[in-house]
Structure formats: C-alpha cells, structure tokens
C-alpha cells in the first residue's frame, strides 16, 4: 500500500516552454501532497504544500505564478513549471500524506527536469 | 526557526557492524519522528516512524527516541553494503514536517 507515481521520470524541454509533472497516490486517498525540489548532492527542498480542493501554499521564496500547483482530485496533484529557465533544471519529487494522524509521506519516485 | 540537524558524513561502517544515525531537533512541540533512506538519484522512502521515547524495532532497524534530550537516533544492525544510501531525518511539529539535509553511509564489504 502506500504508492505513489510520477510522471514524466525525466524530461527534457526548452528554455521558455511549460512542463507539467503528474503525481497520483495509487491506493490511497491524499488530501494534502507535496512537492520538493532536489539539486545534485543537496537537500530536499519543501517548495509547496498541495490541498485537494483548495490553493496551494508555498514556500517563502517559491514564486507561485511560476510553479503552479492543481489539486483537482484526492488522487492527482500536478505542478506545471512554466516560462521555464536552466536553472528550474532539477529534480523534483512530489509526496503524499497517508494520514492525517501520523504525517508518514509516502514519495513519489521523482521527475528529472533538465532545461536547455 | 524548527530546525533539524543530521551530520552530513560520509558514515563508513564495515559490513556486518552496527551503524548509528543521529539527529536532533529544536522544537520541543515535535510529536512525531521519521527516518527515510534515499539511495543516490532516487526519491526518499520512509523506513520508520517513531512517536514516543523509547526504541522501536523493525527487522534490522532500531530507532530510538528522547524527547527531554530532542534526540532521534537510528541503528542499522548487520549493517550491508546495499544499505549505503543517504537517511533523513524528519520531524513533525505543529502539522509541518522539517527534514534534515541526510548522512550519508558508506557500507565497505
């Protein structure tokens, strides 16, 4: 139990364009997911908390009109990178919240974007 | 500013030995504990999950907690080489989780 899918695994886009990443909790129902982003060798960063039905809340320094964030299902998040640059090129990981109780997150396996 | 503080390593171990984690934390308020392990290019998985003092087992896993101290630690028995991975510690406090930035352990065969 407890799965969570990415997609795409990897993408490679062009400077100025949008990419969108899917995350899907599989066999559960998440009303809050989230999304990291992770450079080479560095930490996970938190860049924003996704809630099903309502708007997402981000980071401090997470600029929300370039990394928009849908939560339209208890089942589907999306973040949409857009007008992306080189250095949006990174690794980003969405997670999902199994239970309210505990804050066990269960990751997806991760979206490498690279932006020529 | 909760923060979560892990020594970035690397940890080196032979195989066979125990191999100790540790991670403190500021917020006294914290209920709840992970350790993830992320291998290199992958995502975190969660491995276990602590909410009271004590140590919890789990095959080889033990973690173990201290909240007067704001300690957490996690201890790899028979430690082996497919355990070398990065382990994260995250702390939940006040329905915000905050993760260390991870040591890094090296299982030599």
């Known amino acids: 139990g407890a799965v969570v899918s990415q997609h795409p695994s990897w993408v490679i886009c062009k400077s100025g364009t949008s990419v969108k990443i899917e995350c899907r909790s599989l066999d559960f129902q998440a009303t809050t997911m989230f999304w990291y982003r992770q450079f080479p060798k560095k930490s996970l960063m938190l860049m924003a908390t996704?809630?099903?039905?309502?708007?997402?809340?981000?980071e401090q320094g997470v600029e929300k009109d370039k990394f928009l964030i849908n939560h339209a299902s208890l089942t589907l998040s999306t973040l949409t990178v857009t007008s992306a640059h080189p250095e949006d090129s990174s690794f980003y990981i969405c997670?999902?919240?199994?239970?309210?109780?505990?804050?066990?997150?269960?990751f997806g396996p991760g979206t490498r974007l690279t932006v020529t | 500013q909760k923060e979560v503080e892990q020594n970035s390593g690397p940890l080196s171990v032979p195989e066979g030995a125990i191999a100790s984690l540790n991670c403190t934390y500021s917020?006294?308020?914290?209920?709840?504990f992970f350790w993830y392990r992320q291998y290199s290019g992958k995502s975190p998985e969660l491995i276990m999950s602590?909410?009271?003092?004590g140590d919890k087992e789990d095959g080889r896993f033990t973690a173990q907690l201290n909240k007067a101290s704001q300690y957490v630690s996690l201890l790899i028995r028979d430690s082996q080489p497919s355990d070398s991975a990065t382990y994260l510690c995250a702390v939940e406090g006040y329905q915000k989780v905050t993760f260390g930035t991870g040591t890094k352990l090296q299982v030599i065969p």
């Open positions: 997670s999902a919240l199994g239970q309210l109780s505990t804050y066990e997150q269960y």
């Open positions: 917020d006294r308020g914290s209920q709840s």
């Open positions: 602590i909410y009271s003092n």
């Open positions: 996704s809630n099903e039905g309502s708007k997402a809340t981000y």
